[in-house]
Nanobody, 129 residues
Framework: DVQLQASGGGFVQAGGSLRLSCVISGFTFDNYAIGWFRQDPGKEREGVSCFSTNDGSTFYADSVKGRFTISTDIARNTMYLQMNNLKPEDTAVYYC??????????????????????WGEGTQVTVSS
């Protein structure tokens, strides 16, 4: 079965950087969508950045645009989220997610997280002022 494991979270001061990793096992990168989501207690889950092979599109939430970058290393079955110039409002648990055979764009899968089939356990990112 498909399993995702996120790592790389931690404590960082505002303005610092982190790179999150997500190893995806039991998954074939033929036609797929991947994404990073975050959630703080009491808030709704937010799509941070998603990519879909359906149209080759990459989506970034306005709040992270220009600071975060999503990427993949298919040979290592790994996806990444490079986070630069971190802000306290970036504090959240970050989750990686994936699905096979996407019908829609990266924007769609970030907006409608139920479209993702597989989820990682999450990794905590805490940004201090």
């Amino acid at each position: 079965d498909v399993q995702l494991q996120a790592s790389g979270g931690g404590f960082v001061q505002a303005g610092g950087s982190l790179r999150l990793s997500c190893v995806i096992s039991g998954f074939t990168f033929d036609n797929y969508a991947i994404g990073w989501f975050r959630q703080d207690p009491g808030k709704e889950r937010e799509g941070v950045s998603c990519f879909s092979t359906n149209d080759g599109s990459t989506f970034y939430a306005d709040s992270v645009k220009g600071r975060f970058t999503i990427s993949t290393d298919i040979a290592r079955n790994t996806m990444y989220l490079q986070m630069n110039n971190l802000k306290p409002e970036d504090t959240a648990v970050y989750y990686c997610a994936a699905r096979k055979g996407p019908y829609y764009s990266g924007l769609f899968y970030c907006a409608y997280y139920n479209g993702m089939d597989y989820w990682g356990e999450g990794t905590q990112v805490t940004v201090s002022s």
